[in-house]
């Protein structure tokens, strides 16, 4: 080498030969040191460097035009090459392209739902600086709101939200309203609830006022201009409309659509502080930090309630749905379902794409022997790969449109499809794309460009050499394929099985033939006679009111003690207010002593029967007798029932007590139909008769309490039903992309089996040696997948209490199931194969 | 009738002028010679590779061996499609200005 100063500036050197085409590279960049070496012994280094870079930087248009010009004429090419093998073979392209299209509108569709799931909440402006407050549960005492608020300057605000079921009516409309919440007037001030009309400062000032959303406005007034109008809670309380406001976004854990102020609605339970009740929110000031205020708050709801189960927290806003609701398992879960039928597309094209070289050993060897650099072969392989991704996109998002509105209505959410809304989107269809023709492409393009040409173009026939190799590779991506189509049945069976399980386990109680309304109008004074008309119908078998329903007992009590007690527990238990008839109504078993009787006129408030668990933590031999303080009522245990589940089955039983108590606990009637009724219409009609003489005036709304069993389980239903979706997609395209490849080896292999035709094999005999290499495969599959599917599901399986065995014949069902279907998909391709004449076989090629 | 422009015209003059001596570096002399002011190279490369799209000039790349190394030159030569554009481009110059005097160019006195 000469010395350093003979030589041009390195990173212009690089620069300049960045702009050139490969095969130019050399002449140009000698053509620019023989000038500037003359240059240096003429005029100085110095100079001549100055020379080699102002003539690189001018060069950099005229370069850059001429780089951009020769790969327009490259893209050109490329895409015509694309064009034409898409038409000439009309069904792998066909396999292609509706592979991926299926696997890229599965990811799109998720990409979109985890976005609304990521967002949670997040439409509120302030949604950083606002906490819910959690301790014993979600709810929080009713004072503990205005204390906040008053007592520290770190708190902006808090705002307390109750949800009653009232009835609504206005003019002849009358309905029962789940959705009616009521809040303190600073509520529109903190959370963001965008207003239509009225004025989110002074909306909720009057205490009769009541701001609804557009939903609310169409349900009752139609096109009628809600303004000003009143409507009649409860058939008693005119509430002024004073605002509307937009809908209530899906992806919000607040929903309602009537909101009334906090001073309207007074629980007769009260303002005690140990009476948790009410979702609670707080607004922290600016740079106050939730951990800095915590142990305040935590000071202030010991000293005014000492019992307290699980310690107080503050959870930010926008993680109370991800985190706390436990939504972001099914975020991971469904991202990594969608990653999986994505691949199984790729894996397709990877593999149709490689097994078909043959076809297009000539283009690439007549290519290299003209000159191409594996390089450029690369880069159109990608390309090729991403133009088929982008064609595929284009099906997915048709696809898409079509599909979003069912898949909308079953998630109930509102999913949009608004590219231009949505740079996230845009980015995330952009990304897919490309991930998709990179991952499909970097095989294909790797493979297909590492031939030898001498020996492509010598042995045209002998390419067999050339699809032989990677075939291994082929085979495992095939067992990758089914390894996860397994996986996804297993985890379809097992949900399924756990779903059936909890619809046919023994929940302690007899659920069918129970159909429950809220207590409304004179209910409750008049419960004698109303019960006693009601079971007039031979039909009716039992009534009985109650504090809440049993699928979901919600009312929890502390600060009751009883004799013999161990002072340092401080007992936090479920508790149900009702009357004489809800055991034998509901069908629980007693276990010890005995049920609430009219024949004791003490029984009304000051008995208490308790579950079997709560006497297994009161640990007496018999609980029965034993004095009981509830909120100083002296009561007496009369009886032990046996556990039943009064909440889903994720959670262990608990310690319930069951306590007639005062009339302002209860909430709902339960009516016990015979398991034969006669005739339901009828028994309906006179369930409706009686209700209007002691309702009159609120509407009669009724359900089964299976409703509220499978309300229960909602999540979980929907899960399991587009886990099922998803397994259907994924088995789909992994058997076309079987099928595919089955139909190219067996027209590969059309000379062998006109051979062994010729030497005497039958059909069947070759159709099983086709099929000898497949079912080897699944088998294999199968032995990956399990340990995979049991892990995963067995953690899903721990979010139950109680759940089903997981039983080795799910597995081997599944194994069984995807051998089928591989199978027989191979098997068609073997057959059509097998029964050619060996005449046409030999004459092949 | 196409007719080369002059830029095209003096490269194509400057590839004749060299014979078999034509590449990148003595083509940008001779042009920058004849343009009286220096030529970039990177202008010329792309001038180059338009003249080859259109045909009036061939490249062929050689190894030319020096004191120190090898080294390689991509040589142009005209195409006999583009002598005749030269040769055309030069009639027609000739003919642009067939019986235009002289003496007309001389620059008017101003008054």
Known sequence: ?845 | MDIVTRLEETILIAILRLGNEAYGVTINKEVSRSLNKRYSMGALYFSLDQLLRKGYVTKVTRNVYRKRGGRSRTYYNLTNRGKKALHEARTHQKSLWDGVPEMSLNPTKSK
């Open chain 1, 1 to 845: 080498m000469t010395k350093k100063k003979g030589n041009p500036p390195v990173f212009a050197v690089w620069l300049l030969s960045q702009m050139m085409r490969d095969e130019e590279r050399l002449t140009i960049l000698s053509d620019f040191s023989e000038i500037y070496e003359e240059l240096v012994l003429n005029i100085g280094t110095i100079r001549a460097r100055q020379w080699y870079w102002s003539q690189v930087l001018k060069s950099i248009p005229m370069f850059l035009c001429r780089y951009i010009f020769w790969s327009c004429v490259m893209l050109k090419n490329s895409f015509k090459i694309f064009i034409r093998s898409l038409k000439k073979h009309k069904g792998y392209s066909f396999i292609n392209i509706s592979g991926l299209a299926a696997g890229m509108s599965c990811c799109i569709l998720i990409l979109l739902w985890v976005q609304n799931e990521l967002n949670y909440d997040r439409f509120h402006k302030n949604v950083n600086s606002i906490y819910r407050v959690a301790g014993n549960s979600t709810s929080q005492p009713a004072p503990l709101g205005p204390a906040l608020k008053e007592g520290y300057p770190e708190i902006l605000d808090a705002v307390r939200f109750s949800n009653p079921n009232v009835s609504v009516r206005y003019q002849d409309k009358c309905f029962n309203e789940n959705n009616f919440y009521f809040a303190d007037p600073s509520v529109f001030e903190v959370f963001t609830f965008p207003f239509i009309r009225g004025n989110s400062q002074s909306a909720l000032k009057d205490p009769y006022s009541v701001v609804i959303t557009e939903n609310g406005a169409k349900k009752y007034f139609d096109k009628e201009d809600p303004i000003g109008k009143v409507l009649k809670i409860q058939n008693e309380t005119d509430l002024h409309v004073t605002g509307i406001i937009q809908n209530i976004p899906s992806n919000s854990s607040l929903r309602f659509d009537f909101l009334g102020s906090f001073e309207m609605y007074s629980n007769p339970v009260g303002n005690h502080w140990c009476n948790h009740a009410y979702r609670t929110y707080i607004q922290l000031a600016k740079n106050v930090r939730a951990e800095h205020i915590l142990p305040e708050i935590s000071d202030i709801v010991m000293k005014n309630c000492q019992i307290v189960h699980k310690p107080i927290e503050l959870q930010p806003m926008g993680r109370i749905h991800l985190y706390e609701e436990g939504a972001i398992t099914y975020v991971y879960i469904f991202s990594a379902i969608a990653l999986f039928v994505l691949m199984i597309a790729c894996i397709n094209f990877m593999n149709l794409t490689t097994a078909r070289s043959r076809n297009r050993i000539k283009e690439i060897g007549i290519k290299k022997v003209v000159g191409a650099y594996r390089s450029s072969l690369i880069k159109q392989f990608f390309l090729e790969s991403i133009l088929f991704a982008s064609v595929s996109l284009i099906i997915a998002l048709v696809t898409l449109v079509i599909v979003l509105p069912y898949f909308n209505s079953f998630l109930e959410t509102d999913l949009t499809f608004n590219i231009l809304h949505n740079p996230f989107l845009l980015g995330g269809l952009i990304c897919i794309t490309l991930i998709t023709g990179i991952i499909s492409g970097t095989y294909p393009a790797l493979f297909l460009s590492s031939f030898r040409p001498a020996k492509l173009l010598k042995s045209l026939a002998g390419s067999t050499a050339v699809s032989g190799r990677g075939s291994l590779f082929r085979k495992g991506l095939v067992v990758t394929q089914f390894a996860i189509s397994i996986t996804l049945i297993i985890g379809t069976l097992i949900i399924y099985n756990q779903m059936n399980y909890i619809g046919n386990m023994k929940l302690g109680f007899d659920k069918d033939q129970l159909i429950y309304m809220s207590i409304k109008g004179d209910i409750v004074q008049k419960r004698d006679s109303f019960k006693n008309d009601l079971l007039k119908n031979p039909n009716i078998a039992g009534v009985t009111l109650a504090s809440s329903l049993p699928s979901y007992v919600g009312n929890t009590a502390s600060g009751f003690s009883w004799e013999g007690m161990d002072a340092n527990l401080k007992p936090y238990w479920q508790f149900v207010s009702t009357d004489f008839d809800y055991i034998p109504t509901l069908g629980l078993d007693i276990i010890e002593g005995r049920n609430f009787s009219k024949r004791y006129s003490t029984d009304t408030s000051k008995a208490v029967i308790v579950n079997e668990k709560a006497a297994a933590i009161m640990g007496f031999e018999s609980p029965v007798g034993r004095q009981f303080d509830l909120w100083g009522h002296q009561c007496e245990i009369i009886g032990v029932v046996k556990n039943f589940h009064f909440r889903p089955v994720h959670q262990q039983i608990e310690p319930l007590m069951i306590w007639i108590g005062s009339d302002a606990f209860k909430g709902q009637i339960l009516v016990r139909l015979h398991p034969h009724v006669s005739n339901l219409q009828r028994t309906l009609a006179h369930i409706e008769k009686t209700w209007q003489t002691y309702a009159h005036g609120f509407p009669f709304e009724f359900h089964f309490l299976e409703e509220a069993f499978d309300q229960n389980y909602r999540d979980e239903q929907k899960f399991g039903e587009i886990i099922r979706y998803f397994t259907l997609f994924a088995i789909l395209i992994s058997c076309l992309g079987l099928f595919g490849l089955a139909a190219y080896m067996a027209e590969q292999r059309t000379k062998e089996v006109g051979i062994r035709k010729t030497l005497g094999a039958t059909v069947s005999n070759i159709v099983l040696h086709f099929l000898k290499e497949y079912w080897v495969l699944i088998v294999l599959a199968n032995v990956l997948a399990w340990p995979f599917a049991y892990f995963f599901i067995t953690k899903w399986l721990q979010s139950f209490a109680y759940c089903v065995q997981i039983g080795i014949s799910t597995f081997i069902l599944s194994g069984t199931l995807a051998l089928i279907i591989a199978l027989l998909t191979v098997s068609y391709q073997a057959i059509k194969a097998a029964n050619a004449k060996p005449v046409d076989s030999l004459r092949y090629e």
